[in-house]
C-alpha cells in the first residue's frame, strides 16, 4: 500500500495517478477485509459485532477526516 500511494505523489499525469489511487484502493480494502477476518477469529461471537462497530467507526472517522489534513498539507 505504502510504495502505490508514494507512486501517487511521483505520478506526472491524470491517468497515471489514477491507476495509482486504484492499487492503493484494491490494497485498502484488503487490510480492511483482513482486520475483521481477524476480529472474527479472536473475539467470541457475542463480542464481534462491537469491535467491528467500532472499526468501521474509525474507518468512517478517517474518510470524513483525512481529506481535510490532506487539504490542509496541500495548502501549507
Do not use: H
Not at 492499487?23 to 487490510?31: E, H, R
Not at 476480529?39 to 477526516?65: H, K, M
Amino acid at each position: 500500500m505504502g510504495i502505490a500511494e508514494l507512486a501517487c505523489g511521483f505520478s506526472n499525469s491524470g491517468p497515471l495517478l489514477y491507476v495509482f489511487r486504484g492499487i492503493t484502493g484494491v490494497a485498502n480494502g484488503g487490510i480492511q477485509n483482513l482486520v475483521l477476518i481477524i476480529v472474527s477469529d479472536v473475539v467470541t461471537l457475542e463480542q464481534r459485532g462491537l469491535y467491528q462497530g467500532i472499526f468501521g467507526a474509525f474507518v468512517a472517522a478517517g474518510n470524513v477526516i483525512g481529506p481535510f489534513v490532506a487539504a490542509g498539507f496541500a495548502e501549507g
